[in-house]
């Protein structure tokens, strides 16, 4: 975009500044860019109304050139930028249909390489996978393929680049120091599972009886069933076997006053089995949950659990050095992925 006269020089200074500051921050990155800075600068000087003419333009540059410029963003924040506009390309180029005609004379520019995801060839297992096959070859359950194809889910690449749309974040406490109105994590042991139905046998009611390890306290997750699924005898029997008696599990949601028993609730969408050796690299920390766009019948643990399998499978490659993660304490890809 361009400016309007009046604010046209002014607008070109900054630019030109932020153009220079940033051209510098790449080059000492040596991160290669196209096109040049200068290119762009003259770009806005066309598009503005009236267009600025090449000698005022050049004065503009050259006074913003007298002494070094900043970026106006951090270099952290231009990575992320990079990569999100080569994963669009890379999307652009697999969408395009190969026997496809031109309809005009176009100006081919060959765009740098999109960073890799997975390295074909690299792996030393058979069963490794690149970032184009099916997700049928992963081990995903066919009934869960169905699904993941629902939300546009096709290929290992899809999977592993599905994003949630948010992360809520929750505090683990113990039942008897957790407050109505909190939103909280909790692991603990069931002393109770509960199935019954009500309202003339139409609804389905399953309840839990949390208690810690660390206190006496307890706490009831109440879920309402109304699919006639879940009225079945094989159903009922898979969920008292599974959420046996003294078995670890983990519940994250808002603390409520339970309206039966006076005593507290939670209102947890999901009541997740865990192995004791889970319990330690959570006790002290909040455990941050994605939230993704579903579809009927999936759920966000069962996304989860696909992109572990996945990831599982192949050799992911981070396109940024250890030594710039290092320096913004960034993650690397494979853990931001899981």
Known sequence: MGEGEGNRNNAGYKLARNLLGTAALLEAESIDYYPSAQALFQTFCDRCSPALDSDEAEAIWQSASKTPATASRPLASILISIRWWQLRQHHQRKSKPKNAIASRVCVKVAPPKPLPLCREGSIASRHSMTATQSLSETGIHRATLAKL????????????????????????????????????????????????????????????????????????????????????????????????????????????????????????????????????????????????????????????????????KTQIVDPLPAKLRSRYSLVGLREALA
């Open 149 to 312: 194809q629902a939300l546009g889910i096709h290929s290992l690449f899809d999977l592993l680049h599905y994003y949630p749309r948010d992360h809520i974040s929750y505090k683990q406490v113990r039942i008897s120091e957790a407050r109505v109105g909190e939103t909280v994590t909790i692991v603990g042991k069931i002393k109770r599972h509960n199935i019954f139905t009500a309202k003339h046998g139409k609804l389905t009611v399953q309840s839990w009886t949390i208690a810690n390890k660390a206190d006496s306290a307890t706490i009831t997750c109440t879920h309402f069933h109304h699919h006639k699924r879940y009225q079945a005898q094989q159903w009922r029997s898979q969920q008292d076997s599974f959420y046996h008696t003294d078995r670890i599990v983990m519940l994250s949601g808002k603390i409520k006053q339970d309206s039966y028993t006076g005593g507290k609730a939670i209102e947890a969408a999901d009541v997740r089995a865990i192995d004791l050796a889970g319990i330690p690299s959570t006790a002290n920390e909040d455990v941050i949950q994605p939230v993704y766009a579903l579809t009927k019948g999936l759920t966000g643990d069962v996304i989860q659990d696909c992109v572990r399998l996945a990831l599982s």
